[in-house]
Each structure stands twice: as C-alpha cells, then as structure tokens.
C-alpha cells in the first residue's frame, strides 16, 4: 500500500467497494426483498459489477498482480454461485428439426410508428412460432396476429391495464387471467393441446420499475429509492400469485415472463424453482433483452419444466421495441 501512487490508492478503494457490493449481491437471490429491500438494488446491479470487477483484474495485471487477486477471487466465487452473465455456445450447432416454437415479446403497445408496428409483425410472422407469448399488448394489433393464429387469449385492457395476450397456431381449451393487486400488471394462463397431451402456458408481466435514463435524471434520489422499493415488494408480491397457481396445475408448464428484474434476483429464483431457463441450456452471449443503455441485461424469460427438451433458444436483436423477442424450440420428453 504504502509504495501505491495516489491514484492507484484510489483505483484499490474503488476496487473493494464493487468487489464487496458484488459479495453482496450473490445473496440477492436467496433473500427476500420485503425482508432485505436493498439486496434488490444490488440483484439489478450484477452485471454492472461484473464487469467493472473484470475491469479492475485486467488494470491490476498491469500495475499490481496481488491486488488483481482481489477481483479475479470474486468473480471466481460469483461463477460458482451465480447464473452465468454470458453464456459460450461451445457446440455451434443448430437443431433444425421440428419442434414446438414458442416466442416471448414485449410490444410496448406498438408505441412507435404504424411503419415500426408493421416491420414488427412481419418479423413475428417470419419467424412463424407456434405460439406467442406478448406483454403489453395493444388491441391495435389483434386484426394482424388472428391472421396466422386461429387462437388466442388477451387480457382486459383499459387505459390503466397493461394487455398480456397469447397466440397460438394449437387450440386453447382453458384460459384464465390471473390479477395482480393495485398495479396495471398481470398474468395469464392457456391451456393447449400439443400432440394430443395439455400444455399450460403462463404470460407473465411483473411491476415495472419504469426506469428510464430521463426520468432517472429528474427525479430526487429518495423519490427513485422509495419508488424502487415499493415496485420490488409487489414483484414478490405477485411472485407469490402466480407461485400459488402453478401449484394447482397439474399440465406440463411454460412461462413467458418480462419479470423486470435480473437471473439474480429472488423473483426469477423462485419462479424458476426447478425448470429450465431456455436460455442457460440453449442460449448463447450475454442474451440481452432490453435496450437499457445498451447495457446487456436479461429481464424476459421463458422457463420450462422436465417434460421438455429444450432444442434451441433465439434472442433477437432488433428494435421494433424497448424490449427484444426471445423464442425457443421444444419437443415434449417420452415419458
């Protein structure tokens, strides 16, 4: 310490701050918000703190290599602990054989332009998936999707209700909006028919933080916290909903979800429980779907239980949305 410049002594305080803050966050998933709310701040922060850390072990292979220690021996406990931040795809093959295709979207209400709204349907419409799983649906484009899905379910809209709508090329024989208390958020659940056995398939939109860079700027720091705080108690709140009614349900499930949160927080922890995020079994990079500062966070999901082989996991970087389609492809397991 004594022999480290001025700057390199601030480099190193710097250093121990992100290093501690990301210890800190491999907790987040395993600890309640409504117990421990700041852990909540530290959850959406993780790849943020990935990445300084790995930024501060390459500065300090340079100038100091004990000190690159301290970084290299939290990511090293993080890779242990924590869900992958990127995923390699070692193989680079791709399964092109037949298989249930099923795509999650936010639309954000088709907000942009009529010429954006209907590039984004056509790239739907080309990827063909079997069934599609949209939050914040618009009425606006229910005429378009009806074309190519003969079956479909959408929520009760209104201008204070964000609209969760499934499409699917299968038929629906049950279908059920599941209600969120206070918020404009939901969930729905579809029963299909597929190869002659019942799928029930969640869409689900979890409390927005609305987060933007703007409003982020002009509002108080203790309005955004108290603000923050508030969305992530009703994101467990409505965890425990949803939680509640997969338990009842005996099908074989899927869930399309735009959580609003990371893979590091207690919300995907235990909706996942012990399915299969598509993403970590198929994906590929960082698996980015929102454009957040362009920073690479994963907040849209689809999960699936054993009763599925999961064959292939798309994201699509294109920017009909705030948000990017992603899709897998699936084949139901002999059992």
Known sequence: MRNLSTFNKLVLTLNLFFSVSLLISFFAPHLSVTDYPFLSFFALSVPFLFLVNMLFSIYWLFFNIKFCLIAVLVLGIGFFVMEPFFKLDISKKIDDTAGLKIMGYNVQEFRYSRERSSRLM??????????????????????????????????????????????????????????????????????????????????????????????????????????????????????????????RSTYKTVICGDFNNTQYSHVYKTIKGDMQDTFLKKGSGFGRTINFWRFPLRIDFIFVDKSFQVKTHQNFDVGFSDHFPVMTTLNLVDQ
């Open 122 to 247: 056509n790239f739907v419409a080309s990827q063909a998936p079997d069934v599609i799983g949209i939050q914040e649906f618009s009425m606006e484009g229910t005429d378009e999707f009806e074309k190519n899905y003969p079956y479909s379910f959408r929520t009760v809209g209104g201008r204070a209700k964000s609209v969760q709508a499934i499409f699917s090329k299968y038929p629906i024989i049950s279908k059920e909006h599941i209600k969120f208390p206070n918020t404009a958020n939901s969930a729905l659940a579809a029963d299909i028919v597929y190869e002659g056995d019942t799928i029930r398939v969640y869409v689900v939109h979890l409390q927005s933080l609305r987060i933007r860079p703007g409003m982020v700027k002009r509002e108080r720091s203790d309005h955004l916290y108290s603000r923050l705080i508030k969305s992530f108690a009703k994101q467990e709140e409505q965890c425990a909903i949803l939680k509640n009614h997969m338990a």
